[in-house]
């Protein structure tokens, strides 16, 4: 029993350091402090999906604004079906200067 006590409390030590190495440095924004971020910068955004832009980008809108995320085709099927969707994006905001765009770069989606 002991045995296993101390086994559950070095799983639980670790997911717990876990969460927080993915958490770590990243800030929760609005999509328009977004435009003002540095390239590479992690971040956490909540809105809705409000339209597909073309392969993997979308348009996110929040309470401030619009921001474009692109997200990988593993959390979904057919684009459209993210229309409409509230989402939390966890990622890196990706600024372009040949085309002077910036976007999320999603590390990880969560549907709500």
Do not use: C, W
């Amino acid at each position: 029993m002991k045995v296993l006590k101390t086994m559950l409390a070095t799983l639980l030590i670790g997911t717990t350091a876990m969460t927080a190495q993915a958490n770590y440095g990243t800030q929760t924004v609005q999509a328009a402090a977004v435009k003002t971020m540095m390239d590479d910068s992690h971040v956490s955004i909540t809105g809705k999906i409000v339209r597909v832009l073309g392969r993997e980008k979308f348009e996110l809108q929040d309470t401030s604004g619009k921001v474009i995320v692109e997200i990988d085709d593993d959390y979904y099927h057919n684009p459209q079906e993210l229309v409409g969707k509230n989402v939390t994006i966890t990622g890196e905001v990706d600024i372009s200067r040949k085309s002077n765009r910036v976007e999320i770069d999603a590390d990880f989606v969560q549907i709500h």
